[in-house]
T-cell receptor, first 113, second 115 residues
Framework: DADVTQTPRNRITKTGKRIMLECSQT?????MYWYRQDPGLGLRLIYY???????NKGEISDGYSVSRQAQAKFSLSLESAIPNQTALYFC????????????FGDGTRLSIL | QQQVKQSPQSLIVQKGGIPIINCAYE??????FPWYQQFPGKGPALLIA?????SEKKEGRFTISFNKSAKQFSLHIMDSQPGDSATYFC??????????????FGTGTRLTVIP
């Protein structure tokens, strides 16, 4: 089983809909992250969380919200989806510490029509 | 704006060749430079990383060269194999007082190794 699991893997929805992407991990890591990947732009950080009580905005948080329900679960919501939020979304986890690697899930491909 | 600039966007080499991917940055506060490898349908995975107190790091066939004065670093893949075909991302991070060390990624290089 994957250490970092994202659901759903694919989602197609319409403009204006509320969408939730979920991430769960079995690595026991405190830190969790949400990124979006766009062709030609690389990965950009949306939100990150150091523990259940600590949520922080990343580079591109506008239009997104997150919830850290437990150490192992971190969800990303799009309150009212718009087409330019069509992208590949990744969840990642890491241990605390400056040089700890981030471990990524396999992504959710989201298309907003 | 893009904090880490990566080139080329795509690269095709023959098996056994040595592809080189280059990255550049402006922020001298960056203190950690990892490379991530991503296969289709998968998330990125850490390949190799370097800190600015060394000029080179090797792990197997993968080498990072780091030029602090030029604010550039590069990934070399020795004796490249078709299984190395993937997208490669460079990244950089700053250690902050809050303990945050968020990664800023380059735009990625799609490498194809022809058998």
């Amino acid at each position: 089983d994957a250490d970092v699991t994202q659901t759903p893997r694919n989602r197609i929805t319409k403009t204006g809909k509320r969408i939730m992407l979920e991430c769960s991990q079995t690595k026991g890591h405190d830190r969790m992250y949400w990124y979006r990947q766009d062709p030609g732009l690389g990965l950009r950080l949306i939100y990150y969380s150091f523990d259940v009580k600590d949520i922080n905005k990343g580079e591109i948080s506008d239009g997104y919200s997150v919830s850290r329900q437990a150490q192992a679960k971190f969800s990303l919501s799009l309150e009212s989806a718009i087409p330019n939020q069509t992208a590949l979304y990744f969840c990642a986890t890491s241990d605390p510490g400056t040089y700890q690697p981030q471990h990524f899930g396999d992504g959710t491909r989201l298309s907003i029509l | 704006q893009q904090q880490v600039k990566q080139s080329p966007q795509s690269l095709i080499v023959q098996k056994g060749g040595i592809p080189i991917i280059n990255c550049a940055y402006e922020n001298t506060a960056f203190d950690y430079f990892p490379w991530y490898q991503q296969f289709p349908g998968k998330g990125p995975a850490l390949l190799i990383a370097i800190r600015p107190d060394v000029s080179e790091k090797k792990e197997g066939r993968f080498t990072i060269s780091f030029n602090k004065s030029a604010k550039q670093f590069s990934l070399h893949i020795m004796d490249s194999q078709p299984g190395d075909s993937a997208t490669y991302f460079c990244a950089a991070s700053i250690r902050r007082e809050t303990g945050a060390n968020n990664l800023f990624f380059g735009t990625g290089t799609r490498l194809t190794v022809i058998p």
